[in-house]
């Protein structure tokens, strides 16, 4: 079973930047695909970025030209950089892994807020 750990969330100002890393350990029954979700109060868990084991990214619209998802694949790690923040980019943000078996893990999330 994976384990994900998170870390880089924190308090912004808008049009800043924050870079989310996340680490995977455990036994890794391969990687299909990493990605980053977000959940803010009162809305529901969306997808923000995704990287396949091929190296294919893709994005929420929202966050097109302002996050950048990119990998380490030898240390199991996936980053989040993200720019030009706003207000509403405010939420809990997840970790996610899909394994060879088609199995999910999440990690804990980490805040990341964006306020004056």
């Known amino acids: 079973q994976e384990q994900l750990v998170e870390s880089g969330g924190g308090l912004v100002q808008p049009g800043g930047s924050l870079r989310l890393s996340c680490a995977a350990s455990?036994?890794?029954?391969?990687?299909?695909?990493m990605g980053w979700y977000r959940q803010a109060p009162g809305k529901q868990r969306e997808s923000v970025a995704t990287?396949?084991?091929?190296?294919?990214?893709n994005y929420a619209d929202s966050v097109k030209g302002r996050f950048t998802i990119s990998r380490d694949s030898a240390k199991n790690t996936v980053y989040l950089q993200m720019a030009s923040l706003m207000p509403e980019d405010t939420a809990v943000y997840y970790c996610?892994?899909?394994?060879?078996?088609?199995?999910?893990?999440w990690g804990q999330g980490t805040q990341v807020t964006v306020s004056s």
């Open positions: 996610n892994l899909l394994n060879s078996f088609g199995s999910s893990s």
């Open positions: 455990g036994t890794i029954f391969g990687i299909n695909a």
């Open positions: 990287i396949t084991k091929g190296g294919s990214t």
